[in-house]
């Protein structure tokens, strides 16, 4: 299976500095997302530190590791890439006042042959559209999801909350931190999107999915979204990570010469 891979990410129309932060590894198909918080620069400071420790440590791990990893394997060493980083954020805020309760939420993906290990922590996000079908496949920690899973509000109240970005989970807040991890099939045609919340609050659902559902570039759907977002207020960072999942038109030349097909 072949994964194409590309970013973009946006100021906004209302803040002055970027907390987002985003990066790919296109060999080792490891994806990661991150929106900071924090006083002055402190939230792009925590998370350009969680997306650089992730993508060398889990990028280095993935290339040691080769294609053939099973999933158990992926899945401890997400978990103990994003428990350093987390420790390499809360030990940086400890010891310098300026950078005193800053944190960061993260999404972090690696896609093997027909699989997807997704972690993540707080309410950045991973959506997946198949066919037609659009879907969140993860659940923000957050304190408004909470709410909604104890039926106290609706999703739709949620949407229109003033708390909905008050996150229960975030990296570098606390020495310790609890990421969720998930496995997730992939099917030929399949499109994930990693954003932060400078999106998914700007546009709902339904527009997302008419954005990602048409027949343009990775990149084209990319720079839709971002502009949507704007079009829409542009009240944060606005980061985005698209992946297709396709044939590998490559091997399937070679396995068709060698068996003279």
């Not at 530190?49 to 590791?65: H, P, Y």
């Not at 707080?122 to 559209?129: A, E, I, K, V």
């Not at 659009?134 to 999703?155: C, N, R, W």
């Amino acid at each position: 299976m072949r994964y194409d891979i590309c970013t973009q990410i946006d100021v906004g129309l209302v803040r002055d500095n970027n907390e987002d932060a985003v990066a790919f590894d296109a060999a080792t198909r490891l994806c990661i997302l991150a929106d900071g918080m924090g006083g002055y620069n402190a939230g792009e400071i925590a998370s350009g530190m969680a997306v650089a420790f992730i993508n060398s440590e889990m990028g280095r791990w993935l290339s040691d590791a080769g294609r053939q990893v099973n999933s158990r394997e992926v899945r401890r060493a997400l978990e103990i890439c994003v428990e350093n980083a987390n420790h390499s954020i809360f030990n940086a805020a400890s010891s310098n006042p300026q950078y005193a309760g800053m944190g960061t939420t993260l999404v972090v993906g690696v896609f093997l042959d027909g699989r997807l290990m997704l972690a993540h922590v707080g309410d950045s996000r991973c959506y997946r559209l198949r066919g037609r079908q659009f879907l969140q496949i993860t659940k923000d920690h957050s304190l408004i999801q909470e709410q909604v899973d104890a039926g106290m509000i609706t999703p739709e109240q949620a949407s229109t909350s003033l708390i909905r970005n008050l996150v229960t989970r975030a990296l570098g807040v606390e020495d310790m931190v609890l990421v969720e991890v998930n496995e997730h099939r992939v099917e030929l045609g399949d499109v994930y999107l990693m954003c932060s919340d400078g999106l998914s609050d700007m546009l709902a659902d339904d527009s997302i999915a008419s954005i990602l559902s048409s027949s343009e570039t990775l990149e084209h759907k990319a720079e839709q979204l971002i502009l949507a977002a704007n079009e829409a207020g542009g009240r944060d960072n606005i980061s985005v990570l698209l992946v297709r999942a396709s044939e590998d038109l490559r091997k399937r030349g070679l396995l068709s010469r060698i068996l003279g097909k």
